[in-house]
């Protein structure tokens, strides 16, 4: 069965907190993933890739674990408008995208 | 670059009305696929192509739906007759290929039968 699962949140954190999310997938065969970034109303966006190896962009943190078969995304300094739904998203050919963990960063 | 286009944007309809939604990929993507995302079930996967060929259409939920791809440059989605349970955003996406590549969503169609 294919899935990937996502704390749904909301996330509520203040301006310059760091937070992170996870996401669990069942595929131990899985071989790319992807974090997506979707605002209100708005389509799904590519945020980053996660390599095993584990990468960064800027504020954003990117690991994966395979032994455990979770990702993870760790935001630091938060910005207001980093406010959206983080989608985690496993390939299972095709891709499995979860449901989504909103977070709200407020003022 | 044109990403993903998809129109309409928005369709309002009276249930048993026939919808039909398009989309038009990224050139030289080869793998075009159709979405469905509601508060309630998140983004589920209608059906995919590969090549202008349907991939998986386990996603259809009823034969009400049906998804065609006559060329690289262009795919519908058609509902009919719609219900008012069809009501969602409808996205459109493709990418380089069905499994390691990640995929461009276009704006979506917010569809709304009543």
């Known amino acids: 069965r294919k899935e990937v699962e996502q704390d749904p949140g909301p996330f509520n954190v203040p301006e310059g907190a760091t937070v992170a ?45 395979r032994a455990s078969q979770y990702i993870s995304l760790l935001i630091r300094d938060s910005k207001l408008s ?14 499995v995208f979860g449901k989504g963990t909103r977070l709200s960063v407020i003022a | ?21 398009r989309c038009k990929p990224i050139s030289g993507h ?9 508060m309630m079930r998140g983004l589920e996967l209608l059906i995919y ?20 791809m006559p060329n690289a440059s262009f795919s519908t989605l ?10 969602a955003v409808y996205f459109c996406a493709s990418s380089l290929g069905t499994g390691v590549h990640e995929q461009y969503f276009g704006p979506g169609t917010r569809l709304t039968v009543t």
């Not at chain 1, 980093?82 to 891709?95: E, I, K, W």
């Not at chain 2, 080869?30 to 509601?38: D, E, G, P, V």
């Open chain 1, 21 to 65: 999310f996870n996401c669990t997938y069942s595929n131990s065969a899985s071989q790319s993933f992807f974090w997506y970034r979707q605002d209100c109303r708005k389509e799904p966006k590519l945020l980053m890739s996660v390599y095993s190896s584990g990468n960064e962009d800027g504020r954003f943190t990117a690991q994966l674990n």
């Open chain 1, 82 to 95: 980093d406010s959206a739904t983080y989608l985690c998203v496993v390939n299972y050919t095709p891709l």
């Open chain 2, 1 to 21: 670059d044109a990403g993903v286009i998809q129109s309409p944007r928005h369709e309002v309809t009276e249930m048993g009305q026939e919808v039909t939604l």
């Open chain 2, 30 to 38: 080869n793998s075009l696929f159709w979405y469905r995302q509601t």
């Open chain 2, 49 to 68: 192509f590969n090549n202008n060929v349907p991939i998986d259409d386990s996603g259809m939920p009823e034969d009400r739906f049906s998804a065609k």
């Open chain 2, 78 to 87: 058609k509902i009919q007759p719609s219900e008012p349970r069809d009501s």
